[in-house]
């Protein structure tokens, strides 16, 4: 069957009819939108004309559809613009006249002037409104406002000029804001009377206390009525701007009488004394209940912040009341968490929430003001680096520290108070969603923070507690060993159960833990030597614990869940390397105390310190492809370092723990694994040892005991070549023309004759010519830089005798000469530099 027209051609026609259809049905929109607006404006307009309509053109594919006409505005907005400047100039004409030319009127002219113009505006915006110029009708009501206050001021001035000032303003303002209440009721169209008789409504009462000389009590019960006032308003206001209005002014005023309260609370001497401030927190709570409880989601989760900080205050003020004590703070937590009973209070739900956040707030308050006493801790372990094995410091663990510890014995009391708290919530997750439940709807998430803050608070208060107690120094440490065992415990009963934040929290105050443990133990002999062994044991058992868990979530990361298994084998990782790295630490700890307590100096004790990396490289080998394997190798290489620069200032004894490290490489590279690096490492590690024990026999003539090594060298380096030709000239010739080329270079550059940089800059010379004819880039290289370096230290005196003999600027101008020609033939340099990398590239 064939289509008449083609099917293509037949859907570009319905195409473009449906564009013309979408284009005259949104002109049709827009023409009823337009009228809709006119028939609903109260004041009549000239119709637009109606006709024909407009030929559409059909909009194309990329066209967007024609936009509907826009009523006229700009007519509006200039005519509002022109009435605020005509109300501002107005006002600024009032008030130029009263505070200027009052005084050359009499008083029957002043009355008459300020109450014509006064009636004048009051009475103006009536008619405007009804002619429909609300806009007008605002201006002057404006105006109006302003005179009025000008009239008070006035009559103070004139007719009770010795009236007290304060007291007179709180009857204005109570005057003033009646009198705009009633006129915004009476012309309900004007917007602004209501919000400024709010405004005006904050100002009696806290003047009324100024006027009367009432004390901070006084004040603060005035501004807290106040807010009240407001919370009313805004509540049951008539309007959005009069609820604003009395909002701000409730969350402006109310704060500032409740910290009045507040400083009287805490300042108190007495529970007597702080009973009243007490009362007037009370009530504030009250005023904060009151305005959420019918309040938006927002304000009334405010308030039930506000009202659940005003109870706490009140009563923790009163049981506190008194000279400032060290138990002020664990009061107060109390107080807080208790608050949380109130989630089973008949409140709304935003109100609850509110009461819950602020019990959370005093809660964290007060685990941030007991936190110093931990840091003091801290830094009291780390002064022991400053005198290792100098013995115990007076006063046990607080002599570290100058703190006055008598002051902080409430810090341990509230730190494992809320640890205990976070792990009873943790502990019974079920009945703490239940108990929660009118108000909040924590997920799992949150059991996994509450244990963790369980564990990081038990830990903090377990670490201060010695030095408040005042614990001897060996009682300390064992007590903080004890504390870091159990923490290792957790973490390993934690991260082999799952992946919540307890097992890593856990883990990590545990090193923390076991490095304040360590630092404290260095005061005394007999506690390093125990607590490091302790620690050694407590380590490596948490990693040997790990190692099951961590293989079992390796195995399981192919099934479905890969994402999980993933970060739980991840997480077991790390847990079990830094397990690892803590023993290989306490190790080397031991091997460095051994060497001390035998009497040894630094570079003879270095020796001693190499078992660690022996034996992690023994450790190594076991473990082969195991996680931690490539962990513990780590830590002992940084070991080996640690050795190495123990024993720098003997040239001998680091010759020695040169050679004895590339003894421990060597063990290494017999692992498949482990072979490229490791033999890199030995070959290097034994060259350098040989070098080094040639400079501290004093050998003058390093050739007659490097020329032996050189030759069977290559000699082994040419017959690997020739049974396979792949084999790379650095593995075959680099160690055997290293161990001559280099000691020589050192003693041509350090003897004054000219026989020996000759003889070998001819052997460098014969090497380089010998790795160019042969492509060898060993040979090419070593030999290359041998010959250069040798030949700089000859040319060296001519250079400089050349280079003082001519003129300052030479220097420059033959540098800058020599950036011009680079610059100048820059991209053909480049293309010399790809081709002699290409070239090294290409050589074995």
Same mark, same amino acid.
Not at 13 to 22: G, S, T, V
Not at 608 to 613: G, K
């Given at each position: 069957?064939?289509?008449?027209?083609?099917?293509?051609?037949?859907?570009?026609?319905?195409?473009?009819?449906?564009?013309?259809?979408?284009?005259?049905?949104?002109?049709?929109?827009?023409r009823r939108a337009w009228l809709v607006g006119v028939l609903s404006r109260p004041v009549a307009r000239p119709a637009a004309p109606f006709g024909p309509p407009r030929p559409v053109r059909p909009p194309t594919a990329f066209a967007p559809p024609s936009a509907p006409p826009r009523a006229p505005g700009g007519t509006r907005n200039a005519q509002n613009v022109l009435l605020a400047l005509g109300g501002l100039l107005l006002a600024i004409a009032a008030i130029a006249f009263t505070l200027v030319s009052w005084g050359e009127m009499g008083i029957g002219g002043r009355s008459a002037v300020l109450t014509a113009v006064t009636a004048a505006a009051l009475a103006a915006p009536a008619p405007l409104l009804r002619r429909g110029l609300p806009a007008t009708a605002e201006s002057f009501a404006a105006l109006a406002s302003v005179l009025m206050v000008l009239d008070a001021y006035a009559l103070h001035r004139v007719v009770m000029p010795r009236a007290d000032g304060p007291?007179?303003?709180?009857?204005?303002?109570?005057?003033?804001a009646a009198l705009w209440a009633g006129y915004g009721l009476l012309l309900g169209r004007l917007r602004l009377p209501l919000p400024l008789a709010v405004v005006s409504a904050q100002l009696p009462l806290p003047l009324c206390a100024w006027w009367a000389g009432a004390g901070a009590s006084a004040f603060g019960w005035a501004l807290v009525v106040t807010a009240a006032m407001d919370a009313a308003i805004a509540l049951r206001g008539r309007g959005v701007a009069v609820r604003v209005t009395a909002c701000a002014g409730c969350w402006t005023v109310g704060p500032v009488g409740l910290l009045v309260a507040l400083a009287q609370s805490v300042s108190a001497g007495t529970a007597w004394a702080a009973l009243g401030p007490g009362v007037l927190l009370l009530a504030g709570a009250a005023v904060a209940v009151a305005g959420a409880w019918r309040a938006p989601s927002g304000f009334a989760v405010a308030g039930g912040v506000l009202a659940g900080w005003c109870a706490v205050a009140a009563v923790g003020g009163v049981l506190c009341a008194g000279p400032p004590g060290t138990w002020s703070v664990p009061v107060y937590l109390l107080c807080g968490a208790a608050l949380l009973a109130a989630v089973r209070a008949p409140v709304p739900r935003p109100v609850g929430q509110g009461l819950v956040w602020s019990s959370s707030a005093v809660v964290a308050g007060a685990v941030l003001a007991s936190m110093p006493p931990v840091g003091l801790?801290?830094?009291?372990?780390?002064?022991?680096?400053?005198?290792?094995?100098?013995?115990?410091?007076? $006063?046990?663990?607080?002599?570290?520290?100058?703190?006055?510890?008598?002051?902080?014995?409430?810090? @341990?009391?509230?730190?494992?108070?809320?640890?205990?708290?976070?792990?009873?919530?943790?502990?019974?997750?079920?009945?703490?969603?239940?108990?929660?439940? @009118?108000?909040?709807? @924590?997920?799992?998430?949150?059991?996994?923070?509450?244990?963790?803050?369980?564990?990081?608070?038990?830990?903090?208060?377990?670490?201060?507690?010695?030095?408040?107690?005042?614990?001897?120094?060996?009682?300390?440490?064992?007590?903080?060993?004890?504390?870091?065992?159990?923490?290792?415990?957790?973490?390993?009963?934690?991260?082999?159960?799952?992946?919540?934040?307890?097992?890593?929290?856990?883990?990590?105050?545990g090193a923390v833990g076991a490095g304040t443990a360590g630092l404290w133990a260095l005061a005394t002999e007999a506690t390093t030597y125990a607590a490091s062994g302790v620690l050694l044991v407590v380590l490596g058992a948490a990693a040997v614990a790990l190692d099951g868990p961590a293989t079992s979530a390796a195995r399981a990361v192919?099934?479905?869940?890969?994402?999980?298994? +993933?970060? +739980?084998?991840?997480?077991?990782?790390?847990?079990?390397?830094?397990?690892?790295? $803590?023993?290989?630490?306490?190790?080397?700890?031991?091997?460095?105390?051994?060497?001390?307590?035998?009497?040894?100096?630094a570079h003879r004790a270095a020796p001693?310190?190499?078992?660690?990396?022996a034996a992690t490289a023994l450790l190594g080998t076991w473990l082969r492809s195991r996680p931690p394997a490539l962990a513990v190798e780590s830590a002992g290489a940084v070991a080996a370092v640690v050795s190495v620069g123990m024993a720098m200032p003997d040239r001998?004894?680091?010759?020695?723990?040169?050679?004895?490290?590339?003894?421990?490489?060597?063990?290494?590279?017999?692992?498949?694994?482990?072979?490229p690096a490791a033999g890199y490492l030995s070959t290097g590690l034994f060259v350098l040892a040989a070098w080094l024990r040639l400079s501290a026999s004093g050998i003058s003539a390093p050739e007659a005991y490097t020329l032996p090594v050189t030759v069977p060298a290559l000699v082994v380096g040419a017959l690997l070549r020739r049974r396979d030709s792949g084999a790379s000239s650095w593995t075959a010739y680099g160690p055997g023309l290293a161990i001559t080329l280099v000691p020589s270079l050192f003693a041509a550059w350090s003897? @004054?004759?000219?026989?020996?940089?000759?003889?070998?800059?001819?052997?460098?010379l014969a090497v380089t010519l010998a790795g160019a004819r042969q492509r060898l880039q060993?040979?090419?290289?070593?030999?290359?830089?041998?010959?250069?370096?040798?030949a700089l230290h000859e040319l060296a005196p001519y250079v400089v005798q050349v280079v003082g003999a001519l003129p300052r600027w030479m220097p420059l101008a033959l540098a800058g000469a020599l950036l011009l020609a680079v610059g100048a033939t820059y991209e053909q340099r480049l293309r010399d530099a790809r081709r002699l990398k290409n070239a090294l590239g290409r050589m074995r």
């Open positions: 069957m064939e289509h008449v027209p083609p099917p293509a051609e037949e859907l570009a026609l319905l195409d473009r009819e449906l564009a013309r259809l979408d284009a005259r049905r949104a002109q049709l929109l827009a007291g007179f303003a709180a009857v204005a303002s109570a005057v003033l801790s801290l830094i009291g372990a780390a002064y022991r680096l400053a005198g290792v094995w100098t013995g115990a410091p007076d $006063g046990g663990v607080r002599g570290a520290s100058a703190a006055t510890w008598s002051q902080m014995a409430s810090a @341990p009391v509230v730190l494992l108070m809320v640890a205990a708290l976070s792990g009873a919530v943790h502990r019974w997750w079920p009945r703490t969603v239940r108990f929660v439940g @009118p108000v909040l709807v @924590p997920g799992p998430v949150w059991r996994g923070v509450a244990g963790a803050a369980a564990v990081a608070l038990g830990w903090a208060g377990c670490t201060v507690t010695p030095a408040v107690l005042g614990l001897p120094h060996p009682v300390a440490v064992v007590a903080q060993l004890a504390v870091v065992a159990a923490l290792f415990a957790v973490a390993v009963r934690s991260l082999s159960r799952g992946t919540d934040a307890v097992g890593p929290t856990a883990l990590v105050c192919p099934t479905p869940s890969a994402v999980e298994a +993933t970060r +739980t084998m991840w997480t077991l990782r790390i847990a079990q390397a830094v397990a690892a790295c $803590g023993a290989v630490l306490c190790a080397t700890v031991l091997a460095v105390a051994a060497g001390a307590s035998l009497g040894l100096s001693v310190l190499l078992v660690v990396p001998a004894s680091l010759a020695l723990v040169l050679a004895l490290c590339g003894t421990v490489a060597v063990g290494t590279a017999v692992r498949p694994e482990r072979r003897d @004054p004759h000219w026989v020996r940089p000759l003889l070998l800059g001819v052997a460098a060993a040979l090419l290289l070593l030999g290359g830089a041998v010959l250069t370096l040798d």
